[in-house]
């Protein structure tokens, strides 16, 4: 398969987001990952005959805080409704969702395009709905079992308008969408624990054509490399079929990752018919514009205005500013770092390069690293205020790293403190120039270059610990003098 310049690809993204409040969507039960199977469920969520649904305020809290910082409009009528279907891991044989009357409208969520300048993707929807249970069939002999502990967990639904142009931009959107809702702390955003789920819709049409080419639903995308690969595979795919005069039919098709293939798991005929209808189990929503309004004023800062904000008053470089609000625990790393004290600029090089340099090469978060921001922001200092060399603070920040331990500690237990003292270096100096008579020479005859050499002997006879700027200025005046 070929890449076709006379073909554009057109994808959105519908995410389900697992919200994380305390207990589920309906009932008052827990929602934690990984407990035993069945163990936390009742006879709500477990849709008993005669049960009543209430609904959490914390999720909705949460969905109009995600509608807010994405800029989307908060209905203050919304509605759920039931999509109706069979199927073993839904024990009501219906799904309490919203349809026509969705709790978000509209929005939109920046990208940086492949050519540096950003690129405005447009929201459809967020709604509410619940999330269904799990049919257990590995390792069980001649029977399925299910499991109900998923049962009514709180999701969100989140829809893209088909604004996204490249397997690229559509993984860019994901983490983007994913980080917004990790600062907002309504979602952990795990893809492999299912917490942050995406169905990628692709269709192709030939480079400036006006009328969308019909598209194809890819599922089981369970991490955001599988999301473009599975998009780059489809878009080729179709390509090649229109090609060959084969018309593309909407379907749905499972990413297959270990063949890097999708293959078609239903058609358009066998898609089905959820027979929605209003839930006659729930008021409409009602929301205030004071409620929307205090929710709003407790919104953290996100990623797109921290940036700015980094590079406006930090100084920050576009790439930098970048790189420090991808995560929220990036950012607040950094900022510890400069409130102990380091200077913006350095804080950033420092956690950018080196450490997250050194945590990669260990497969390592930035929540995991053994070096803590009060102890960067310190090490810093140190270089600021010339007590240690910056060559000499990259071996204090490995032992940080190895250790734990804090830079004075280190700095103190090895003796490794810069000299700046001018009698100290002094006496070296003079001990230097005594050995090297020749090099003193040729300096004085105008070979001024050779003061390289002469800085060189002393850093070396002062086992590094000499402040290279101090020997320069004095090794100027002894040998001028
Ligand atoms: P459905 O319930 O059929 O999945 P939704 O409205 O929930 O429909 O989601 C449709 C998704 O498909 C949206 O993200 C939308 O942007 C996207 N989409 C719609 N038409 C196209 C198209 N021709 N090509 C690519 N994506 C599309
Ligand atoms: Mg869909
Ligand atoms: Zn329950």
Known sequence: ??????????????????????????CGCPTTFGSEANGQICPV?????????????????????TGLAIRGTIRHHSEFARKNYFYPDLPAGYQISQFELPIIEGGELIIVAQDGVPKRIGMTRIHMEVDAGKSLHEGIQGASWVDLNRTGTPLLEIVSEPDLGTAQEA????????????????????????????????????????????????KNLNSIRNVMRAIEYEAERQIDALESGIPVVQETRLWDANQNVTRSMRGKEEAHDYRYFPEPDLPPLI??????????????????????????????SE??????????????????????????????????????????????????????????GRLLVLIQNNEISGKMAKDVFDLMLASGTGPDQIVQ?????????????????????????????????????????????????????ANPATVNALLQEKLSG
């Open 1 to 26: 398969m070929t890449y076709d310049p006379n073909y554009e690809t057109v994808i959105g993204l519908e995410v389900h987001a697992q919200m994380l409040t305390r207990s589920k969507i309906f």
């Open 45 to 65: 969520c477990a849709a008993f005959p005669g049960v009543l649904p209430v609904l959490n305020t914390e999720l909705v809290r949460m969905a109009i805080k």
């Open 171 to 218: 993984g860019d959107y994901l983490k983007k969408l994913r980080s917004i809702l990790r600062y907002l702390q309504v979602c952990d955003g795990n893809m492999e624990e299912g917490s942050f789920r995406c169905d990628a819709n692709v269709s192709v049409r030939k480079r400036g054509a006006t009328r969308l080419g019909t598209r194809t639903e890819l």
């Open 287 to 316: 929301i205030s514009q004071q409620r929307i309004e205090a929710i709003r004023e407790q919104l953290p800062e996100l990623p797109d205005a921290k940036g700015q904000r980094f590079m406006s008053q930090l100084g920050l």
């Open 319 to 376: 790439y930098d500013a970048g790189v420090l609000t991808a995560s929220r625990e990036m950012a607040m790393f950094f900022e510890e770092t400069v409130r102990a004290g380091a200077q913006p600029k350095a804080a950033a090089n420092w956690i950018s390069v080196e450490l997250l340099g050194r945590l990669n090469r260990e497969g390592l978060d930035i929540e995991q690293s053994r070096v803590t921001p009060v102890h960067l």
């Open 413 to 465: 237990e090895r003796g490794l403190k810069q000299v700046s003292d001018s009698v100290a270096i002094g006496a070296i100096i003079d001990q230097v120039l005594a050995q090297n008579p020749q090099q003193v020479q040729q300096f004085r005859q105008g070979k001024t270059k050779v003061i390289g050499f002469l800085v060189g002997q002393v850093m070396k006879a002062s086992q590094g610990q």
